[in-house]
């Protein structure tokens, strides 16, 4: 059972960054295939970005193109997510997932492949 904890969601300004981090408390991330997902008040939850876990696959959803960056530390068992120039409407609950993929180039683009689910980080971006 992959258990997983994200943090460093927080209170920003229009325009100011934030790093999420999403992280096991049990077995390693390495084989497994992360998502970021979230959800803002009265929507639906959509994908945010994703990484293979061989780490050379990423995707991004368009709104957070060019400003967004994810990124994986085998070692340390973490998957980040960079958020720079950050806007009012990325404000919502920040979710990592994660789907078991060993080894493998491949991004699980839909939610319902993701098998494990963290309990989210609230990120807001207000003046």
């Known amino acids: 059972q992959l258990h997983l904890v994200e943090s460093g969601g927080g209170l920003v300004q229009p325009g100011g960054s934030l790093r999420l981090s999403c992280t096991s408390s049990?077995?390693?991330?390495?084989?497994?295939?992360i998502g970021w997902f979230r959800q803002a008040p009265g929507r639906e939850r959509e994908g945010v970005s994703c990484?293979?876990?061989?780490?050379?696959?990423?995707k991004y959803a368009d709104s957070v193109k060019d400003r967004f960056t994810i990124s994986r530390d085998l070692g340390k068992k973490t998957v980040y997510l960079q958020m720079n120039n950050l806007k009012p409407e990325d404000t919502a609950v920040y979710y990592c997932?994660?789907?078991?993929?060993?080894?493998?180039?491949?991004?699980?683009?839909?939610?319902?492949?993701?098998?494990?689910w963290g309990q989210g980080t609230q990120v807001t971006v207000s003046s």
């Open positions: 997932a994660a789907d078991l993929q060993i080894l493998s180039d491949d991004v699980p683009s839909r939610e319902d492949e993701y098998d494990f």
């Open positions: 049990g077995s390693s991330l390495d084989y497994y295939a």
């Open positions: 990484i293979s876990s061989s780490g050379i696959t990423t």
